[in-house]
């Protein structure tokens, strides 16, 4: 893969309605790998399960979009490149080192910075593309409703932090992570992964819809799901909301 491949097209809009639907859009123009679409202001912005994503000014609201040559239950495993691309970029630009809440999210002091939504568009056994969307809450206000589960990198830091210099930070580390990814040597995504999330032995509840499983996080195996110990037996969880216990 060549080096800088992810950035190698950074597209800047100053409002989109989301930017993974940006990234869908330019897809039909057979956009090239490594493409990023940044945003200022995000009026539809979209978490995980369809839920809203608030994306207003001095936040960093992003795109990208990959050709993975993996099979799409291999999928989670970008995500997880991503997230600690996110959590190393973090850590570098503020000395603050965030934890990642499986499989996705990126806390500090216990509560919400970052959140991927990585969509894929599959056939048969393939991923035909990847869209990885990246919200950081940098300097923007957080939403009164969201105060107690929420904080910005600003609150975090009590300083103005520079979203050029995160954004460079991440994309260079997610280059390097996706590198790592595609050659063969996800065993470094999955170390680097361990040592934001803490969560190996600890006792959790995971809520997937109406479903709700209680166990010993045990290991995330090489799909990165979780296994966990239920204590009749091992479950793996592919998705759905943790809580310690
Ligand atoms: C989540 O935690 O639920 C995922 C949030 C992902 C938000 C980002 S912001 C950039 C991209 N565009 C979107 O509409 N969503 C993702």
């Known amino acids: 893969m060549k080096e800088n491949m992810i950035g190698s097209k950074i597209i800047h809009l100053e409002k989109a309605p989301s930017t993974n639907l940006y990234a869908k859009q330019i897809l039909k123009d057979k956009t090239p790998e490594g493409t990023v679409i940044v945003a200022d202001i995000q009026t539809k912005g979209r978490g995980r399960k369809n839920r809203s994503w608030s994306s207003p000014k001095g936040g960093l609201w992003f ?3 990959l050709y993975p040559n993996i099979s799409p239950d291999q999928g989670m495993l970008i995500t997880m490149a991503a997230s600690v691309s996110a959590a190393q970029a973090i850590e570098d630009v503020t000395k603050i080192k965030p934890v990642i809440k499986w499989p996705n999210d990126l806390l500090v002091n216990g509560k919400k910075v970052c959140g991927i939504l990585t969509e894929l568009e599959t056939k048969l056994d393939q991923i035909i593309y990847a869209i990885v969307g990246v919200g950081i809450n940098v300097n923007n206000q957080i939403d009164v409703k969201l105060k107690d589960i929420a904080i910005s990198l ?30 063969g040597n996800f065993a470094i995504i999955r170390d680097a992964w361990f040592s934001y999330a803490n969560i190996l032995g600890k006792k959790i509840k995971v809520q997937d819809e109406e479903t709700v499983i209680e166990g010993i996080v045990r290991d995330v195996d090489d799909n990165g799901y979780l296994i966990l110990d239920t204590g009749d037996g091992s479950t793996k969880i592919v998705t759905g909301d943790i809580s310690f216990l």
């Open 63 to 65: 795109s990208v979009v």
């Open 154 to 183: 600003n609150q975090a830091t009590n300083s103005q932090i520079s979203k050029v210099k995160l954004l460079q930070s991440i994309l260079k580390c997610f280059d390097k992570n996706y590198s790592y990814f595609t050659s």
